[in-house]
Protein backbone atom coordinates (compact mmCIF):
# COMPACT_ATOMS: atom_id res chain seq x y z
CA UNK A 1 0.00 0.00 0.00
CA UNK A 2 1.03 3.20 -0.94
CA UNK A 3 0.28 5.75 2.65
CA UNK A 4 -0.50 9.33 3.32
CA UNK A 5 0.15 10.50 6.77
CA UNK A 6 -1.22 14.10 7.70
CA UNK A 7 0.44 15.35 10.51
CA UNK A 8 4.00 17.02 11.59
CA UNK A 9 3.89 16.34 15.56
CA UNK A 10 5.05 13.45 18.07
CA UNK A 11 1.95 11.61 17.13
CA UNK A 12 2.68 11.39 13.85
CA UNK A 13 5.85 10.86 13.78
CA UNK A 14 4.86 7.39 16.58
CA UNK A 15 2.48 6.54 13.64
CA UNK A 16 4.71 6.62 10.88
CA UNK A 17 7.51 4.62 13.36
CA UNK A 18 4.38 2.11 13.48
CA UNK A 19 3.40 2.33 9.74
CA UNK A 20 6.91 2.09 7.92
CA UNK A 21 7.16 -1.20 9.35
CA UNK A 22 3.90 -3.04 8.85
CA UNK A 23 3.71 -5.07 6.21
CA UNK A 24 0.88 -3.61 4.25
CA UNK A 25 3.24 -0.58 3.58
CA UNK A 26 5.03 -0.23 0.47
CA UNK A 27 5.73 3.55 0.61
CA UNK A 28 5.02 6.53 3.39
CA UNK A 29 4.69 10.04 2.45
CA UNK A 30 3.92 12.32 5.20
CA UNK A 31 2.33 16.03 4.88
CA UNK A 32 4.06 17.96 6.30
CA UNK A 33 5.93 15.44 8.10
CA UNK A 34 9.13 17.00 10.66
CA UNK A 35 13.02 15.53 10.48
CA UNK A 36 12.27 12.42 12.11
CA UNK A 37 9.59 11.58 9.88
CA UNK A 38 11.82 12.43 7.15
CA UNK A 39 13.85 8.83 7.75
CA UNK A 40 10.97 6.72 7.74
CA UNK A 41 9.16 8.21 4.40
CA UNK A 42 9.25 10.87 2.35
CA UNK A 43 7.60 14.64 3.04
CA UNK A 44 5.82 16.62 0.95
CA UNK A 45 6.00 19.58 1.63
CA UNK A 46 1.11 20.59 2.05
CA UNK A 47 -0.11 21.92 5.40
CA UNK A 48 -2.28 19.17 7.79
CA UNK A 49 -5.04 21.96 7.12
CA UNK A 50 -5.05 22.35 3.91
CA UNK A 51 -7.75 20.05 2.82
CA UNK A 52 -8.12 20.76 -0.93
CA UNK A 53 -3.81 20.39 -1.41
CA UNK A 54 -3.67 16.92 0.47
CA UNK A 55 -6.23 15.71 -1.77
CA UNK A 56 -4.57 17.18 -4.44
CA UNK A 57 -1.69 14.99 -3.39
CA UNK A 58 -3.41 12.04 -2.69
CA UNK A 59 -4.95 11.55 -6.33
CA UNK A 60 -1.34 12.70 -8.06
CA UNK A 61 0.45 10.11 -5.90
CA UNK A 62 -2.02 7.73 -6.29
CA UNK A 63 -2.50 6.88 -2.58
CA UNK A 64 -3.83 3.90 -1.32
CA UNK A 65 -5.04 4.73 1.97
CA UNK A 66 -4.50 8.05 4.37
CA UNK A 67 -4.20 8.24 7.97
CA UNK A 68 -5.45 11.55 9.50
CA UNK A 69 -3.16 12.33 12.12
CA UNK A 70 -4.72 15.75 13.94
CA UNK A 71 -7.97 16.74 14.62
CA UNK A 72 -8.75 19.93 12.49
CA UNK A 73 -8.77 18.33 9.19
CA UNK A 74 -10.92 15.44 10.84
CA UNK A 75 -13.31 18.45 11.79
CA UNK A 76 -12.91 19.86 8.19
CA UNK A 77 -13.90 16.76 6.66
CA UNK A 78 -10.62 15.57 4.77
CA UNK A 79 -12.44 12.31 5.31
CA UNK A 80 -15.40 12.79 3.50
CA UNK A 81 -13.12 14.29 0.60
CA UNK A 82 -11.07 11.81 0.01
CA UNK A 83 -14.42 9.16 0.38
CA UNK A 84 -15.93 11.55 -2.20
CA UNK A 85 -12.96 10.33 -4.89
CA UNK A 86 -12.65 6.68 -3.44
CA UNK A 87 -9.54 7.28 -1.39
CA UNK A 88 -10.04 5.35 2.19
CA UNK A 89 -8.58 6.67 5.06
CA UNK A 90 -8.15 6.56 8.72
CA UNK A 91 -10.44 9.04 10.61
CA UNK A 92 -14.10 9.82 11.09
CA UNK A 93 -16.07 11.86 9.01
CA UNK A 94 -16.77 15.11 9.90
CA UNK A 95 -20.45 14.52 11.15
CA UNK A 96 -18.64 12.01 13.14
CA UNK A 97 -16.05 13.93 13.67
CA UNK A 98 -18.36 16.97 15.79
CA UNK A 99 -17.63 14.74 18.77
CA UNK A 100 -14.85 16.72 19.46
CA UNK A 101 -15.55 19.63 17.10
CA UNK A 102 -18.44 20.94 19.32
CA UNK A 103 -18.58 20.10 22.51
CA UNK A 104 -22.15 21.37 22.97
CA UNK A 105 -22.94 18.62 20.63
CA UNK A 106 -20.90 16.38 22.61
CA UNK A 107 -22.49 17.28 25.93
CA UNK A 108 -26.00 17.02 24.10
CA UNK A 109 -25.34 14.12 22.67
CA UNK A 110 -24.18 12.36 26.35
CA UNK A 111 -27.61 13.56 27.42
CA UNK A 112 -29.46 11.69 24.90
CA UNK A 113 -27.58 8.49 25.60
CA UNK A 114 -27.00 8.50 29.16
CA UNK A 115 -23.24 8.72 28.70
CA UNK A 116 -21.88 10.07 32.63
CA UNK A 117 -20.46 13.56 31.92
CA UNK A 118 -20.43 16.90 34.17
CA UNK A 119 -23.92 18.67 34.28
CA UNK A 120 -23.79 21.39 31.89
CA UNK A 121 -25.55 24.04 29.95
CA UNK A 122 -25.08 26.03 26.55
CA UNK A 123 -24.73 29.52 25.74
CA UNK A 124 -24.36 31.73 22.62
CA UNK A 125 -25.43 34.96 24.76
CA UNK A 126 -23.29 36.00 27.19
CA UNK A 127 -25.60 37.47 29.59
CA UNK A 128 -27.65 34.36 29.67
CA UNK A 129 -24.38 32.71 30.32
CA UNK A 130 -23.10 35.01 33.80
CA UNK A 131 -26.23 34.86 34.89
CA UNK A 132 -26.70 31.10 34.62
CA UNK A 133 -22.87 31.02 36.76
CA UNK A 134 -24.12 33.38 39.59
CA UNK A 135 -26.98 31.07 39.70
CA UNK A 136 -24.41 27.82 40.07
CA UNK A 137 -22.10 29.46 42.53
CA UNK A 138 -18.91 27.25 43.08
CA UNK A 139 -16.21 25.64 40.75
CA UNK A 140 -17.14 25.05 37.30
CA UNK A 141 -15.59 25.08 33.29
CA UNK A 142 -16.27 27.30 30.68
CA UNK A 143 -15.94 25.45 27.53
CA UNK A 144 -15.50 27.03 23.85
CA UNK A 145 -17.96 24.93 21.44
CA UNK A 146 -15.42 24.99 18.46
CA UNK A 147 -11.91 23.58 18.55
CA UNK A 148 -9.29 26.24 20.06
CA UNK A 149 -6.01 24.29 20.03
CA UNK A 150 -6.40 22.94 23.79
CA UNK A 151 -6.92 26.49 25.23
CA UNK A 152 -10.73 26.53 25.35
CA UNK A 153 -10.84 25.25 28.54
CA UNK A 154 -11.25 27.48 31.44
CA UNK A 155 -11.24 25.83 34.85
CA UNK A 156 -12.94 28.38 37.36
CA UNK A 157 -12.65 28.70 41.06
CA UNK A 158 -15.73 30.92 41.60
CA UNK A 159 -18.46 33.21 39.69
CA UNK A 160 -16.12 36.18 38.84
CA UNK A 161 -13.27 33.48 36.95
CA UNK A 162 -16.12 31.83 34.94
CA UNK A 163 -17.71 35.45 34.22
CA UNK A 164 -14.03 36.67 33.43
CA UNK A 165 -14.22 33.41 31.27
CA UNK A 166 -16.85 34.57 28.97
CA UNK A 167 -15.75 37.38 28.58
CA UNK A 168 -12.65 35.94 26.99
CA UNK A 169 -14.38 33.99 24.66
CA UNK A 170 -17.21 35.47 23.92
CA UNK A 171 -16.57 39.25 23.95
CA UNK A 172 -12.91 39.44 23.59
CA UNK A 173 -13.70 36.53 21.08
CA UNK A 174 -9.76 35.28 22.01
CA UNK A 175 -10.68 32.05 20.02
CA UNK A 176 -12.09 33.59 17.56
CA UNK A 177 -15.56 31.98 15.87
CA UNK A 178 -14.92 28.83 18.14
CA UNK A 179 -15.70 30.90 21.12
CA UNK A 180 -19.15 32.12 19.98
CA UNK A 181 -20.97 29.47 21.46
CA UNK A 182 -19.84 28.03 25.24
CA UNK A 183 -20.53 25.06 27.60
CA UNK A 184 -20.48 25.88 30.70
CA UNK A 185 -20.04 22.79 33.14
CA UNK A 186 -19.39 21.26 36.58
CA UNK A 187 -15.74 20.73 37.82
CA UNK A 188 -14.98 17.21 38.20
CA UNK A 189 -12.89 16.34 40.96
CA UNK A 190 -10.87 13.03 40.25
CA UNK A 191 -7.48 11.23 38.62
CA UNK A 192 -7.83 11.96 34.82
CA UNK A 193 -7.35 9.24 32.23
CA UNK A 194 -6.65 8.93 28.68
CA UNK A 195 -8.45 5.71 27.30
CA UNK A 196 -8.42 5.04 23.22
CA UNK A 197 -10.32 2.74 21.60
CA UNK A 198 -10.97 1.57 17.98
CA UNK A 199 -14.03 1.74 15.96
CA UNK A 200 -15.24 0.56 12.94
CA UNK A 201 -18.61 2.46 12.84
CA UNK A 202 -20.60 -0.67 14.20
CA UNK A 203 -18.31 -2.04 17.39
CA UNK A 204 -15.26 -1.12 19.39
CA UNK A 205 -11.87 -2.27 20.60
CA UNK A 206 -10.92 -1.03 23.64
CA UNK A 207 -6.64 -0.16 23.03
CA UNK A 208 -4.88 0.59 26.52
CA UNK A 209 -5.01 3.99 28.66
CA UNK A 210 -2.36 6.61 29.32
CA UNK A 211 -1.65 9.27 31.47
CA UNK A 212 -0.67 12.98 30.10
CA UNK A 213 0.51 15.39 32.35
CA UNK A 214 -0.74 18.75 31.12
CA UNK A 215 0.74 21.51 33.27
CA UNK A 216 4.22 22.90 31.98
CA UNK A 217 6.06 23.25 35.69
CA UNK A 218 7.13 20.01 37.90
CA UNK A 219 4.50 19.12 40.35
CA UNK A 220 1.55 20.13 37.52
CA UNK A 221 1.96 23.69 38.24
CA UNK A 222 1.85 26.43 35.94
CA UNK A 223 -0.02 27.14 32.76
CA UNK A 224 -1.45 24.20 30.56
CA UNK A 225 0.63 23.03 27.81
CA UNK A 226 -0.70 20.23 24.52
CA UNK A 227 1.10 18.07 27.73
CA UNK A 228 4.86 17.19 28.71
CA UNK A 229 4.63 14.07 29.03
CA UNK A 230 2.64 10.48 29.28
CA UNK A 231 2.96 7.11 30.41
CA UNK A 232 1.17 4.13 29.65
CA UNK A 233 -0.88 1.90 30.46
CA UNK A 234 -2.80 4.22 33.63
CA UNK A 235 -2.84 2.00 36.72
CA UNK A 236 -5.73 3.17 38.00
CA UNK A 237 -7.50 1.57 35.21
CA UNK A 238 -7.75 -1.68 36.02
CA UNK A 239 -9.18 -4.41 33.59
CA UNK A 240 -12.36 -4.28 35.56
CA UNK A 241 -12.55 -0.45 35.09
CA UNK A 242 -11.68 -0.50 31.21
CA UNK A 243 -14.51 -3.35 30.86
CA UNK A 244 -16.83 -0.41 32.87
CA UNK A 245 -15.70 2.66 30.66
CA UNK A 246 -16.17 0.53 27.65
CA UNK A 247 -19.44 -0.82 28.43
CA UNK A 248 -20.96 2.82 29.96
CA UNK A 249 -19.31 5.13 27.90
CA UNK A 250 -17.48 3.50 24.51
CA UNK A 251 -19.76 1.01 23.01
CA UNK A 252 -22.85 3.86 23.66
CA UNK A 253 -20.77 6.24 21.89
CA UNK A 254 -20.74 4.00 19.10
CA UNK A 255 -23.84 2.72 19.14
CA UNK A 256 -25.70 6.18 19.12
CA UNK A 257 -23.79 7.72 16.59
CA UNK A 258 -24.91 4.28 14.07
CA UNK A 259 -28.31 5.13 15.43
CA UNK A 260 -27.89 9.25 14.62
CA UNK A 261 -26.70 8.38 10.92
CA UNK A 262 -23.29 9.04 11.95
CA UNK A 263 -21.32 6.22 12.19
CA UNK A 264 -18.06 6.80 14.36
CA UNK A 265 -14.66 5.03 12.00
CA UNK A 266 -11.60 5.75 13.55
CA UNK A 267 -9.72 6.17 16.97
CA UNK A 268 -11.60 7.52 19.65
CA UNK A 269 -10.26 8.92 22.75
CA UNK A 270 -11.94 9.44 25.74
CA UNK A 271 -10.68 12.03 28.53
CA UNK A 272 -12.49 10.63 32.18
CA UNK A 273 -12.19 11.99 35.36
CA UNK A 274 -11.64 9.13 37.47
CA UNK A 275 -14.34 10.37 40.52
CA UNK A 276 -15.89 9.18 43.64
CA UNK A 277 -18.24 8.38 42.03
CA UNK A 278 -16.67 6.18 39.01
CA UNK A 279 -15.64 7.59 35.08
CA UNK A 280 -17.14 10.73 33.62
CA UNK A 281 -16.26 12.10 30.65
CA UNK A 282 -14.79 15.44 30.16
CA UNK A 283 -14.39 15.07 26.72
CA UNK A 284 -14.05 12.89 23.42
CA UNK A 285 -10.88 13.83 21.03
CA UNK A 286 -11.37 12.05 17.52
CA UNK A 287 -7.52 11.07 17.11
CA UNK A 288 -4.90 9.75 18.97
CA UNK A 289 -3.86 12.41 21.64
CA UNK A 290 -0.14 13.81 22.11
CA UNK A 291 2.27 12.88 23.82
CA UNK A 292 0.07 9.76 25.14
CA UNK A 293 0.66 7.99 22.01
CA UNK A 294 4.02 8.22 21.92
CA UNK A 295 3.86 6.12 24.95
CA UNK A 296 0.89 3.90 23.40
CA UNK A 297 2.25 2.89 19.99
CA UNK A 298 5.38 1.58 21.18
CA UNK A 299 3.07 -0.67 23.55
CA UNK A 300 1.40 -2.44 20.82
CA UNK A 301 2.66 -5.83 19.55
CA UNK A 302 -0.21 -6.20 16.60
CA UNK A 303 0.46 -4.23 13.33
CA UNK A 304 -0.74 -0.77 13.33
CA UNK A 305 -1.58 -0.24 9.91
CA UNK A 306 -3.76 -3.76 9.42
CA UNK A 307 -5.97 -2.87 12.52
CA UNK A 308 -6.44 0.83 11.29
CA UNK A 309 -7.56 -0.55 7.69
CA UNK A 310 -9.69 -3.16 9.47
CA UNK A 311 -11.07 0.05 11.33
CA UNK A 312 -12.14 1.32 8.24
CA UNK A 313 -13.04 -1.75 6.47
CA UNK A 314 -16.16 -1.97 9.15
CA UNK A 315 -13.74 -5.39 9.73
CA UNK A 316 -13.21 -5.13 13.89
CA UNK A 317 -14.87 -8.53 14.78
CA UNK A 318 -11.95 -10.17 12.69
CA UNK A 319 -8.75 -8.42 14.44
CA UNK A 320 -7.79 -8.98 18.01
CA UNK A 321 -5.05 -6.47 19.49
CA UNK A 322 -2.31 -8.04 21.13
CA UNK A 323 0.35 -5.25 23.95
CA UNK A 324 3.40 -5.32 25.60
CA UNK A 325 3.45 -6.63 28.98
CA UNK A 326 6.19 -3.06 29.59
CA UNK A 327 4.80 -0.03 30.57
CA UNK A 328 5.80 2.97 28.55
CA UNK A 329 6.45 6.57 29.76
CA UNK A 330 7.46 10.05 27.53
CA UNK A 331 9.36 12.87 28.24
CA UNK A 332 8.51 15.86 25.88
CA UNK A 333 11.53 18.14 25.25
CA UNK A 334 9.88 21.84 24.80
CA UNK A 335 11.72 25.06 23.69
CA UNK A 336 12.50 27.35 26.63
CA UNK A 337 9.41 29.40 26.84
CA UNK A 338 6.99 27.02 25.78
CA UNK A 339 3.71 27.40 26.17
CA UNK A 340 4.39 31.26 25.56
CA UNK A 341 6.57 32.54 23.34
CA UNK A 342 9.70 30.86 22.33
CA UNK A 343 12.66 31.18 19.76
CA UNK A 344 12.99 28.59 16.90
CA UNK A 345 16.24 27.19 15.66
CA UNK A 346 18.12 26.49 17.92
CA UNK A 347 20.55 22.93 17.53
CA UNK A 348 19.92 20.28 18.90
CA UNK A 349 22.50 17.78 19.25
CA UNK A 350 23.32 14.50 21.13
CA UNK A 351 20.59 12.67 19.87
CA UNK A 352 21.67 9.64 18.56
CA UNK A 353 23.84 9.02 21.63
CA UNK A 354 20.40 8.93 23.21
CA UNK A 355 18.57 6.71 21.13
CA UNK A 356 21.27 4.02 21.26
CA UNK A 357 20.52 3.93 24.66
CA UNK A 358 18.46 0.60 25.77
CA UNK A 359 14.92 0.97 24.83
CA UNK A 360 14.79 4.33 23.88
CA UNK A 361 12.82 6.05 21.09
CA UNK A 362 13.11 9.42 20.29
CA UNK A 363 9.59 10.90 18.90
CA UNK A 364 10.09 14.59 16.58
CA UNK A 365 7.39 16.57 17.61
CA UNK A 366 8.55 20.52 16.38
CA UNK A 367 11.90 19.63 14.34
CA UNK A 368 13.60 20.60 10.55
CA UNK A 369 17.06 19.61 9.58
CA UNK A 370 19.24 21.73 7.68
CA UNK A 371 22.78 20.68 6.64
CA UNK A 372 23.05 17.93 8.49
CA UNK A 373 21.71 19.63 11.71
CA UNK A 374 18.80 18.77 13.47
CA UNK A 375 16.88 22.05 14.43
CA UNK A 376 14.22 23.00 16.78
CA UNK A 377 10.92 24.58 15.06
CA UNK A 378 8.05 23.99 17.42
CA UNK A 379 7.29 24.86 21.22
CA UNK A 380 6.97 20.88 21.81
CA UNK A 381 10.08 19.43 20.13
CA UNK A 382 10.66 16.00 21.38
CA UNK A 383 9.15 13.01 22.67
CA UNK A 384 12.27 11.16 24.83
CA UNK A 385 9.76 7.74 25.01
CA UNK A 386 11.06 4.52 27.02
CA UNK A 387 9.84 1.02 27.86
CA UNK A 388 10.19 -0.70 30.75
CA UNK A 389 9.45 -3.26 33.19
CA UNK A 390 7.16 -0.90 35.26
CA UNK A 391 6.72 2.73 34.98
CA UNK A 392 9.73 3.38 37.40
CA UNK A 393 12.36 1.64 34.98
CA UNK A 394 11.07 3.45 31.76
CA UNK A 395 10.67 6.47 34.02
CA UNK A 396 14.74 6.10 34.86
CA UNK A 397 15.88 5.26 30.93
CA UNK A 398 14.13 8.37 29.92
CA UNK A 399 15.44 10.83 31.92
CA UNK A 400 19.12 8.59 30.90
CA UNK A 401 18.28 9.88 27.58
CA UNK A 402 16.87 13.18 27.94
CA UNK A 403 20.42 14.06 30.00
CA UNK A 404 22.58 12.19 26.82
CA UNK A 405 20.53 15.48 24.10
CA UNK A 406 22.41 18.25 24.23
CA UNK A 407 19.79 21.69 23.58
CA UNK A 408 20.70 24.74 26.01
CA UNK A 409 17.71 26.54 24.13
CA UNK A 410 15.15 23.42 25.60
CA UNK A 411 13.35 22.05 28.86
CA UNK A 412 11.46 19.03 30.19
CA UNK A 413 9.56 18.24 32.99
CA UNK A 414 12.11 16.30 35.56
CA UNK A 415 8.69 14.40 37.38
CA UNK A 416 6.54 12.86 34.41
CA UNK A 417 5.24 9.85 36.17
CA UNK A 418 5.21 11.11 39.37
CA UNK A 419 1.49 9.97 40.29
CA UNK A 420 3.03 6.63 39.57
CA UNK A 421 6.60 6.71 41.36
CA UNK A 422 6.90 9.85 43.36
CA UNK A 423 8.73 13.31 42.36
P1 LIG B 1 -8.80 19.90 26.57
O1 LIG B 1 -10.16 20.09 25.99
O2 LIG B 1 -8.03 18.69 26.10
O3 LIG B 1 -7.95 21.14 26.53
O4 LIG B 1 -9.04 19.55 28.11
C1 LIG B 1 -9.08 20.42 29.04
C2 LIG B 1 -8.71 19.87 30.36
O5 LIG B 1 -9.52 20.59 31.27
C3 LIG B 1 -9.03 18.41 30.67
O6 LIG B 1 -8.02 17.56 30.31
C4 LIG B 1 -9.20 18.48 32.18
O7 LIG B 1 -7.94 18.52 32.83
C5 LIG B 1 -9.85 19.80 32.36
N1 LIG B 1 -11.34 19.70 32.43
C6 LIG B 1 -12.22 19.72 31.42
N2 LIG B 1 -13.47 19.61 31.87
C7 LIG B 1 -13.40 19.53 33.21
C8 LIG B 1 -14.36 19.39 34.27
N3 LIG B 1 -15.67 19.35 34.04
N4 LIG B 1 -13.90 19.33 35.53
C9 LIG B 1 -12.58 19.37 35.80
N5 LIG B 1 -11.63 19.50 34.86
C10 LIG B 1 -12.02 19.56 33.57
N1 LIG C 1 -2.77 15.09 25.30
C1 LIG C 1 -4.08 15.56 25.13
C2 LIG C 1 -4.54 15.69 23.75
O1 LIG C 1 -3.94 15.19 22.83
O2 LIG C 1 -5.58 16.31 23.55
Excluded at 80 to 85: G, I
Excluded at 208 to 215: G, I, L
Excluded at 234 to 243: G, K, R
Excluded at 341 to 358: D, F, H, R, V
Aim: glycine fraction near 12%; charge should be negative; hydrophobic fraction near 45%.
Amino acid sequence: MKVLLVGSGGREHTLAWAIATSPLCDELVCAPGNAGMAKLGRCADVGAEDIDELVALARKEDMDYVVVGPEVPLVAGLVNRLDAVNIKSFGPSAAAAALEGSKGFMKDFCARHNISTAPYSRFNDATKAKAFIRDQGGALVVKTDGLAAGKGVIICDGPDEAEAAVDIMMMEKAFGTAGEKIVVEECLEGEEVSFFALCDGERALAMASAQDHKRVGEGDTGPNTGGMGAYSPAPVVTPEMETYIMETIIVPTVAGMKAEGAPYQGVLFAGLMITADGPQLLEFNVRFGDPECQALIPRLKSDLLTAMVATSDGQLDHLDLRWSEAAALTVVMASKGYPGTYKKGSEIGGLEAAETQESIIIFHAGTTSKNGKILASGGRVLGVTALGGDVMEAKARAYKAVDAIEWTEGFCRRDIGWWVTGP
